[in-house]
């Protein structure tokens, strides 16, 4: 079964990008997704690659670390970062998507293409041959991650990660909601609900006080929560102003009825808080609440939320729900290719090794696509230059202290310094941006199997 093709192991986004990549280097591969037979505590469907937290993949501007992965991903031919250019939605400086849409193509383009086999059925065990790759994500099933423990001899890793509620569009009160993008940047595209101080206080109490739901089958003493997306009611547990000097900063938020708050006739109208909300659909028709991951029980987040003013009739579609997610040591256990160091032909890739957000993941299933495509074939794998923002992500999670090993972002901060110092951050950024596709063109240019649309390992 596994001699005369490559394995890909989770229909997530990792998975979804390796199978791709494997398939469009003219190599058959079998992606086994558990769902719909089996199911886990956060998706809601059994389309590949779905979006379980947010609809968002970050900042669109390349001189952003979100927004330079994307664009080394484009240069490569990713599945998922073109899938989500067609269908994203308004987001004003941010690249979010019809969530739906984009998982629904997503699943019939893997599903045609005639050199992958999707089944629907659960893997327990890591097959013994045969070229394979891991992309079963934090949730990965109970067997298959006893099996890999005791293939790598080592425990989990874990952190708990939540995922904010959906609301209805038209239950969301317009005469107080303002539509706006923070300093105008891009499209209008995010729903605004202000909070004057003593509404925002009111809501900071009773958040405070709200009951959480259990944990079930968790244990706190051995997580940790991400501090990227920590839920709405931990952070404002670390103080009065803590959500205000995050998710709910009024900051660059204009209201056009209004006008500009910086005027001196209207400084007494600015917001003390400010909630926002994102499309979370094409049609305008869902609303996804921004910061608001949480944990809370469902009757406590309908009674909690529906206090910020907007939102006195919100009608949920999604409550937020918190999960635990599993990572293994990745500095311990693999190579910068994203190989396993005690089996080469075993890859792994995604939030199971320690990436963090949706575009890392599809970067790592890009390489370890692309790198099973090429042990398949007899090639030499491909380690990314650590300039670019994909190549120090993935260096960084095989090379960093294992002891003190954390799931990981993009950001610049892993990117090796420029040779010249430079102080203002918007500018370091740019150069950091432009020495990193520099790069990538130069490393495309002498990898002769590489063009800037596709793998094309024949």
Wanted: with cysteine; charged share 20%.
């Amino acid at each position: 079964m596994t001699q005369d093709r490559v394995t890909v192991i989770g229909g997530g986004l990792a998975g979804t990008e390796a199978a791709w990549q494997i398939a469009q280097a003219g190599v058959p591969v079998t992606l086994y997704e558990m769902r719909p037979g089996k199911t886990s505590p956060a998706h809601h469907s059994q389309e590949l690659a779905e979006l379980v937290c947010s609809n968002s993949f970050g900042a669109r501007a390349s001189d952003r670390a979100a927004g330079l992965l994307h664009e080394e991903l484009r240069r490569l031919g990713s599945i998922i970062i073109g899938t989500a250019d067609r269908h994203s939605v308004p987001a004003g400086g941010a690249l979010a998507v019809d969530r739906g849409v984009f998982s629904r193509e997503l699943t019939t383009s893997l599903a045609n293409h005639p050199l992958v086999d999707l089944r629907r059925e659960e893997m327990t065990k890591i097959p013994p041959a045969g070229v394979v790759v891991l992309t079963t994500g934090p949730l990965t099933s109970p067997e298959l991650s006893e099996d890999l423990q005791q293939f790598t001899g080592l425990e989990y890793m874990s952190f708990f990660d939540a995922a904010s509620p959906i609301i209805v569009g038209e239950s969301i009160n317009r005469d107080i909601a303002f539509l706006a993008s923070r300093y105008d940047k891009g499209e209008a595209a995010y729903l605004n609900c202000p909070m004057n101080q003593e509404q925002y206080l009111h809501f900071y109490r009773e958040l405070c006080q709200a009951e959480q739901a259990q944990l079930k089958d968790f244990d706190r003493e051995t997580s940790q929560f991400f501090e990227g997306c920590l839920p709405i009611e931990e952070l404002a547990q670390r103080g009065e102003d803590t959500m205000r000097y995050g998710p709910l900063k009024p900051v660059g938020l204009f209201d056009a009825r209004i006008g500009d708050f910086r005027a001196p006739e209207n400084q007494d109208k600015r917001p003390y808080a400010v909630v926002q909300l994102r499309q979370e659909d094409q049609a305008g028709q869902l609303w996804n609440m921004v910061g608001f991951q949480t944990n809370l029980r469902w009757g406590e987040q309908k009674r909690v939320f529906r206090l910020i003013p907007g939102l006195e009739n919100a009608e949920f579609v999604r409550m937020g729900v918190m999960h635990r997610n599993t990572f293994i040591n990745s500095p311990q256990l693999l190579l910068p290719s994203l190989q396993f160091k005690k089996r080469h032909n075993l890859l792994a890739a995604g939030q199971l090794v320690g990436t963090e957000g949706y575009t890392a993941a599809a970067a790592g299933g890009w390489l370890a696509g692309t790198n099973a495509a090429r042990i398949f074939l007899g090639q030499s794998t491909l380690i990314l230059p650590k300039t670019m923002m994909m190549g120090a992500l993935l260096d960084f999670i095989s090379s960093a202290s294992p002891k003190h090993f954390q799931p990981m972002p993009p950001n610049f901060g892993i990117i090796p310094p420029l040779p010249t110092k430079i102080r203002g951050k918007r500018e370091r950024y740019g150069k950091y941006r432009d020495r990193s596709l520099a790069d990538l063109s130069q490393w495309q240019a002498q990898e002769p199997r590489m063009s800037n649309n596709v793998a094309t390992i024949n």
